[in-house]
């Protein structure tokens, strides 16, 4: 929840005559600032304080001289989002909106529950007078990604709040091997018959309603959960390869065992798939308020309100309020610099403005990241040491830094971002075609200078609409003939510094266009994946090339190209172009290219689905 629009007034204390604005001669005129904060649209009337509006700065204690009264249903709702599985519910980001008659409603506006892959073996054995099997069936149970946007929704009105999660899904059954231990007096080959990919689509409903109580606090308790996840009736498709031996079945049960074992593993979306089960475990009962609203006022008060007030007391729930004091000694001094960008490895020297004698330095990741956050040089004080590039996952990771006074507890925080190269480039990776307008590209360096951008190469197909700067546009050129495709590497470079960057635009042709290129497997203890050109069912390679990225092209021992990463190597991605001669009669070869990204192990569900989609294209 991030705040959308802020108001601020002036109140007079209602023992008094006059209003703080209304009088250019007092000296002092009792009252209070007044500021309220949206933390979402409203698409009703905004909510002006007018002169009814409650004086919040309470007059029986002479301590209090601030008040952060939070929105019950505000509350009620972070509450529900919190418990949300977010390891299972990923990249969640919702849209708050408030309606005329008050009520709330959060929809999400992107995040995703991830593909699942669950692997289980199924055994058979049967006994009659016309013979006996003993076998086992293999199965791939896989749930595609499913998107939440617009599909996931909170939604707060009254005294209650409501959940809702309606969509349709797909999930397969990949049926991969039927092996037979035993089998007399010869194969029973109808479990032959139906290896393939079983297809269903699934009706996903989720539902909750939550009652918010008053009494012991602020408890929301639970009204209903529906858990309603089941293929749609009609929905299965098979998708197998024609099994060319005549199929024989001795026995009907053997025959009803090889099409419902395929489809009964569609029953464990009901009850076993970690993610929805996970949901089911966490939003399925009676949730406290009260158990999150410390941990929620002080995390709004110091963030929010830079820990200038300091909470005393709390009431809960009709009007969730913080009553404390205004602390002006946390205004008396700052951490600077506020915000910094700096390189990996690098020093950092942070002060107080104005100087504080004794403050103590500490440094965390921001929520959500496990990179290293670096860390103070014990012996100068305020000297922020910066991770080295092997503890930063991604292209850079922001950490807060915090000067703390001892005893007090009074703190000012920082931002830095800390990035793995002082030359920043993007996008890494861009795919265009003739024809089109460009590709916009970006650069920035932390160590000032002029950056000047070329294209390698003796002869570049496109061209560049600037030569320096920290924007520029790729103009691709014309066809080609007898090509389907072209990689071409854009430098900039610092002047200064002479720290160079590269990135990569790939141009399709539009006259010969490329062909569709498919993962046909993978190894990833050894990082290798093997490739082909898929057409019309049929899918062939007979030559591979590292056009961009590490690596290099090695040959099996069946006599088959595959790709071999490097290990050591630091990229992102690579780009692998494939050649498949169709056949020697005819002239025709086919090219395309497909982008890899590295390193294998770290990108298992994205080749996961490579793989699936090449299975899908062969068995069409």
Known sequence: ????????????????????????????????????????????????????????????????SATVLLDKAWVALATVLSKLPLEFFTNVEFKFERAENGDLTATAIAGVIPSETESSVHPYHEQ????????????????????????????????????????????????????????????????????????????????????IQDLQGATLKLEEYGHHIYPKDGSFKFEGDPY????????????????????TSFASLASARDPLAAARAALAKDLRSDLYMEELIDKTIKLNFGGAILAGERHMPRDIACFGIVAPQLTTFAVT??????????????????????????????EGSTDDPGHF???????????????????????????????????????????????????????????????????????????????????????????????????????????????????????????????????????????????????????????????????GVDQLTVVHGPGQIDIDEDGKPYYQADAASPAHFCVVGVVWRLSPELPITLEGFIVLPLPLGQHSQAYQALEQAAQRATRR
């Open 337 to 366: 610099p506020l915000e910094k960008i700096v390189t990996h490895g690098s020093t950092l020297q942070l002060a107080t403005v104005p100087a504080q004698a004794n403050v103590t330095w500490s440094v965390e990741s921001v």
């Open 128 to 211: 009659n007078l016309r013979g006996s099997v003993d076998c086992r069936a293999y199965i791939d149970f896989i749930t595609d990604e499913l998107p939440l946007k617009d599909v996931l929704k909170f939604h707060v009105s009254g005294d209650r709040v409501s959940m809702e999660l309606v969509t349709v899904h797909t999930a397969t059954a990949d049926f991969t091997q039927y092996k037979e231990i035993v089998a007399t007096p010869h194969s029973w080959t109808w479990g032959y018959a139906c290896v393939g990919l079983w297809h269903a689509e699934i009706d996903v409903k989720i539902t909750a309603s939550w009652q």
């Open 244 to 263: 060319e031996d005549q199929v024989m079945a001795l026995s009907l049960f053997h025959v009803l065992w090889g099409v419902t074992v395929a489809t």
């Open 1 to 64: 929840m991030r705040p959308e629009s802020f108001i601020l007034r002036t109140q007079r204390n209602p023992s008094v005559a006059l209003a703080p604005m209304e009088s250019d001669d007092a000296d002092d005129v009792d009252g209070a600032l007044v500021g309220l904060v949206a933390m979402g649209p409203s698409n009703g009337p905004q909510n002006m304080p007018g002169p009814e509006y409650r004086y919040l700065i309470p007059d029986d204690n002479g301590d209090y």
């Open 377 to 539: 040089d014990q012996h100068t004080h305020g000297l922020y040491l910066a991770p080295g590039a092997a503890g930063i996952e991604g292209e850079f990771t922001r950490v807060r830094v915090t000067a703390t006074v001892p005893g007090s507890g009074f703190a000012s925080s920082a931002l830095l971002t800390v990035v793995k190269n002082a030359l920043q480039v993007s996008p890494l990776l861009s795919v265009c075609q003739v024809g089109d307008e460009g590709v916009s590209l970006k650069a920035d360096s932390v160590v000032e200078g002029p950056l000047q951008w070329r294209i390698l190469g003796a002869s570049p197909h496109g061209r560049l609409a600037q030569e320096s700067g920290t924007a520029n546009r790729y103009i691709p050129g014309e066809n080609l003939p007898d090509k389907s495709f072209i990689v071409e590497e854009v430098e900039v470079r610092n002047s200064l510094t002479d720290e160079h960057r590269t990135l990569c635009i790939v141009t399709q042709m539009t006259l010969k266009r490329p062909s569709d290129v498919v993962v046909d497997k993978r190894d990833e203890q050894h990082a290798r994946v093997w490739l082909s050109i898929h057409l019309s069912g049929a899918s």
